[in-house]
T-cell receptor, first 111, second 114 residues
Framework: SQQGEEDPQALSIQEGENATMNCSYKTSINNLQWYRQNSGRGLVHLILIRSNEREKHSGRLRVTLDTSKKSSSLLITASRAADTASYFC???????????FGKGTMLLVSP | DAGITQSPRYKITETGRQVTLMCHQT?????MFWYRQDLGHGLRLIYY???????DKGEVPDGYVVSRSKTENFPLTLESATRSQTSVYFC?????????????FGSGTQLSVL
């Protein structure tokens, strides 16, 4: 079963705009991770935020975590065409000791 | 510098045939994973391994077999392929348990079962 669910399923913006993707999860987590997948490629880790953190930055990426709402958001500022990809959140599933991924948000950044 | 490699990149097979997907990592990571990616389902865990000779089922293990005789290799075998196993398969590895460690993914194997 899916632990995380991303919203929206698809997002289309212009270069220079900000992109925000949301992730909701069901059970308590130790941390939450975000990954990017370019078309036809494997996933690449972007950022990990622990349950005791509220916000984390990495370059143009900003991730927030609200454990009371069981949700996280990924903000990409000043988007570029190269940011076009699918973005997934992942968290530990209480049934296993492994990561469970959401279905992803497909981001299209137009020049 | 190879990291984690999967082979083959593309595979076409027929129903009922046995097929093995290979995964090799050069980092000596303890954990290795197999996921399948399908439209509408995202990534789903098939099997994982915490170390050589230790494997465990994931969310969708039926119809698959894994082995891990060496730390660096984690092959996935479809014993009798079915059309429902048409998918993109990703191998991944991590230093420790996936909950606290990031995963490194291979480029995937696109499998078509006719």
């Amino acid at each position: 079963s899916q632990q995380g669910e991303e919203d929206p399923q698809a997002l289309s913006i212009q270069e220079g705009e900000n992109a925000t993707m949301n992730c909701s999860y069901k059970t308590s987590i130790n941390n939450l991770q975000w990954y990017r997948q370019n078309s036809g490629r494997g996933l690449v880790h972007l950022i990990l935020i622990r349950s005791n953190e509220r916000e984390k930055h990495s370059g143009r990426l900003r991730v927030t975590l609200d454990t009371s709402k069981k949700s996280s958001s990924l903000l990409i500022t000043a988007s570029r065409a190269a940011d076009t990809a699918s973005y997934f959140c992942a968290s530990m599933n209480s049934g296993y000791s492994t990561l469970t991924f959401g279905k992803g948000t497909m981001l299209l950044v137009s020049p | 510098d190879a990291g984690i490699t999967q082979s083959p990149r593309y595979k076409i097979t027929e129903t009922g045939r046995q097929v093995t997907l290979m995964c090799h990592q050069t980092w000596s990571h303890s954990y290795m994973f197999w996921y399948r990616q399908d439209l509408g389902h995202g990534l789903r865990l098939i099997y994982y391994s915490a170390a050589a000779d230790i494997t465990d089922k994931g969310e969708v293990p039926d119809g698959y077999v894994v082995s891990r005789s060496k730390t660096e290799n984690f092959p996935l075998t479809l014993e009798s392929a079915t059309r429902s196993q048409t998918s993109v398969y990703f191998c991944a590895s991590s230093i420790g348990g996936a909950g606290d460690e990031k995963l490194f993914f291979g480029s995937g194997t696109q499998l078509s079962v006719l």
